[in-house]
């Protein structure tokens, strides 16, 4: 059974930064799209940044240049780097990736439990 583990959330004061981290486990042969989406209390999930394998990463508007996606491939994980943070980056952030199984061909959705990151002085 596949499971994706976040961690690295947390509270820091406005203009701080958090480092989140999501890595897959189980039965894995291969990860095509890992992101990082948030939701804040009484909004629709979101799509904060993305890294899908053999194209360049991409970003929401509101954290370009503040957020960095990366991928460690050997540890099925991925990354996001948040500079600069604010009140309005308060949110849950959830790890999504689509992952194949071995002796499989298709590549199926898989989220992690979300982790809590608190943006307030």
């Known amino acids: 059974q596949v499971q994706l583990v976040e961690s690295g959330g947390g509270l820091v004061q406005p203009g701080g930064s958090l480092r989140l981290s999501c890595e897959a486990s189980g039965a894995i042969a291969s990860i095509n799209v890992m992101r990082w989406y948030r939701q804040a209390p009484g909004n629709q999930r979101e799509l904060v940044a993305g890294?899908?394998?053999?194209?360049?990463?991409n970003y929401a508007d509101s954290v370009k240049g503040r957020f960095t996606i990366s991928r460690d491939n050997a540890k099925n994980a991925v990354y996001l780097q948040m500079n600069s943070l604010k009140p309005e980056d308060t949110a849950v952030y959830y790890c999504y990736a689509t992952i194949r199984y071995p002796s499989g061909v298709y590549y199926y959705q898989h989220w992690g439990q979300g982790t809590q990151v608190t943006v307030s002085s």
């Open positions: 890294a899908t394998t053999g194209s360049p990463t």
